[in-house]
């Protein structure tokens, strides 16, 4: 799809009229949804099974993972969602959540949102 973005940017069609963009986001942000949704899932059932099999099993680890899951996708889903709801509407909000997009997705530690999910506790 962003090769079709990109042939079609090369014709002169105007931004905010590609379908093919809209699109595309909304395929992306839905993959990153179902994507956290379905390895937290996973990662959470193997933590039960490994407290199962070892009853004195530090979760400690899937714990931690999860949580990265969660935050990564906690920090890009809105910016995206927002995005492309302003992208749709024609908005100018798109193009200062485009700009903003490129920083969220840089890996960082932000330590006020881990501390902040930690009320998530998953024992």
Same mark, same amino acid.
Request: include cysteine; charged fraction near 5%; hydrophobic fraction near 60%.
């Given at each position: 799809m962003p090769i079709v973005v990109v042939i079609q940017a090369d014709t002169g069609v105007i931004w905010y009229n590609m379908n093919t963009?809209?699109? +595309?986001?909304?395929?992306?942000?839905? #993959?990153? =949804?179902?994507?956290t949704i379905l390895v937290t899932k996973r990662l959470l059932s193997m933590r039960g099974q490994m407290k199962e099999t070892m009853r004195e099993y530090d979760s400690s680890i899937y714990n931690t993972v999860v949580l990265m899951v969660?935050?990564?996708?906690?920090? +890009?889903?809105?910016?995206?969602?927002? #995005?492309? =709801?302003?992208?749709?509407?024609?908005?100018?909000?798109?193009?200062?959540?485009?700009?903003?997009?490129s920083h969220v997705q840089v890996s960082r530690q932000m330590p006020g949102l881990s501390a902040s999910l930690m009320c998530f506790s998953f024992t």
């Open positions: 963009v809209l699109t +595309y986001l909304c395929i992306e942000v839905g #993959f990153t =949804v179902v994507y969660i935050e990564s996708a906690m920090l +890009y889903s809105p910016f995206a969602i927002i #995005f492309i =709801v302003s992208f749709a509407l024609h908005s100018d909000v798109a193009n200062l959540c485009f700009l903003s997009i």
